[in-house]
């Protein structure tokens, strides 16, 4: 049985290829081991056709398993354009909406007592707007909301360019509010984004909750 394999981000960088056929592997648990990279890093995910898997999960021939490193994210759009809050929050604009909250994320100038110069964003897209669209889904059972768009940025970005915009319209403001928070909350948590921070000397990606 042979897959596709696919690494992000720093697993990239280590092992030196971005995609390759990997063959005789029969459960997700297989996949690190089939490599020959080593020690199987911390807090590593998987994907199986675009969708989160267990290690326990069989495959089958020709399915697609993305190593996800730890992450960091239409109306769930991952780009290299410079982002619009603007765009998103016309999304999401609504007859019934009586309140639009929205979140802009900023690249700041210092991070972990460094000088950053610039960040670097990478993404899993085609997995992260169908993920951003699951946040989505469930923010409308928690909440009574109109509509949500979340658009975030990949590639190079310089210091006060925005990383993501998010807007979330609804009848009551208390709802918008709440489910804007919860929104780029969980986009940290689960959304395949990675970030690069470049310092003065150096650079570093930054993990799951950034």
Sequence with gaps: MRIQVRLFAGLREVAGWAQREVDGVERVADVWPALGLGHEPEGLLYAVNREYADRGQELRDGDE???IPPVSGGAFRVTD????????VTEVADERA????????TVRRQSRGREVTQLEYEAYAEMAEDVMAGIAKDLEVRYDLCSVAI???VGRLEVGEASVVIAVSAPHRQDALAACKDAIDRLKETVP???KE?????EEWIGRGS
């Excluded at 470049?198 to 150096?202: A, C, I, S």
């Design 65 to 67: 398993v993305a190593v």
């Design 81 to 88: 354009e410079p982002l619009s809050l603007e765009g998103v």
């Design 98 to 105: 009586g309140g639009i909250a929205t979140f802009t994320g």
């Design 151 to 153: 658009h975030h940025r």
């Design 193 to 195: 984004l990675w970030k």
């Design 198 to 202: 470049v310092y003065e000397g150096g």
